[in-house]
């Protein structure tokens, strides 16, 4: 039977799926649009089982802040060319997926990915984008960032972004203050927010380095630990946000930019940093 370019362009808008494939479609169910979404539904989901095993390195990160500025969600969704990461359609999926993990606020990612999102677990809705779109769409991270007040930054290219919680703040712009801190954050990718925030693990090894290049350098056993110490002291400094220099000022830490720039009881609490395929 004859398949006309509007039934075509109507199962595209209500499926996504290709021109082609469309068309494919309709004429095989011979023009029933209910066997035709069921064919090109099976068709993604055996596409989509052919590319589960692909790496998907490519992507975007996404972020949703509320209207009040107190919290924010930040998602990375991947495919496996940066081609299609620039997509538009890819852009609106992303944005979609963020949106609605903002509106439900799952407890992880995997909460995320079993919630049920237009008839659909996010999960199948994955597998269905793969099908769609013929490379393996995923979320691979997701993470929450409350707070007094919370900025946002996307870096140009969106493969980083950062959300940045503050408290106490009672005077100047929060938001140049914000961004330049969640730049600070990008650039720098601090260990922690500050020396507590850092893993007794992490600390345990750069002690346990410190020792041995003191050694190997030929100082006296009996101050050896205190030379450890002080190569702690300059990785604290150079790895954790609040004691880095300021990027834009060196002359003063980034505990202090914030101080000065917005009080003296202004803090950072918490913050969280997405980079794309990197964990």
Do not use: W
């Amino acid at each position: 039977m004859a398949i006309s370019a509007k039934d075509v362009a109507r199962l595209r808008a209500m499926t996504s799926a290709g021109m082609m494939d469309c068309k494919k479609a309709l004429t095989e169910a011979e023009g029933d649009f209910d066997k035709a979404v069921e064919l090109l539904r099976k068709r993604g989901q055996a596409k989509a089982s052919k590319r589960a095993d692909r790496e998907a390195k490519e992507g975007a990160i996404f972020v949703n802040l509320n209207a009040d500025g107190s919290e924010a969600v930040l998602i990375e969704l991947n495919c496996e060319t940066d081609f299609v990461a620039r997509n538009e359609s890819f852009q609106e999926m992303g944005t979609k997926f963020v949106d609605f993990a903002a509106a439900q606020k799952p407890a992880d990612l995997d909460a995320l990915k079993a919630l049920e999102m237009d008839g659909k677990s996010v999960a199948d809705q994955l597998v269905n984008a793969t099908g769609t779109i013929g490379e393996k769409i995923d979320i691979s991270k997701y993470e929450v960032v409350s707070g007094e007040k919370v900025v946002t930054y996307i870096h140009p290219g969106a493969r980083i972004g950062v959300a940045v919680a503050f408290q106490g703040a009672n005077g100047g712009d929060i938001a140049t203050i914000g961004k330049d801190v969640a730049m600070q954050i990008t650039a720098m990718n601090p260990a922690a927010l500050d020396k507590d925030g850092v893993a007794q693990e992490i600390i345990d090894r750069e002690l346990r380095i410190g020792r041995e290049q003191a050694l190997a350098a030929g100082k006296p056993e009996h101050i050896v630990d205190k030379i450890a110490q002080g190569k702690l002291n300059k990785f604290f400094k150079e790895n954790t946000l609040l004691n880095q220099d300021f990027v834009k000022d060196t002359s003063k830490t980034v505990g202090n930019y914030i101080k000065d720039s917005l009080g003296s009881d202004a803090k950072v609490v918490t913050y969280k940093r997405l980079q794309l395929g990197v964990k």
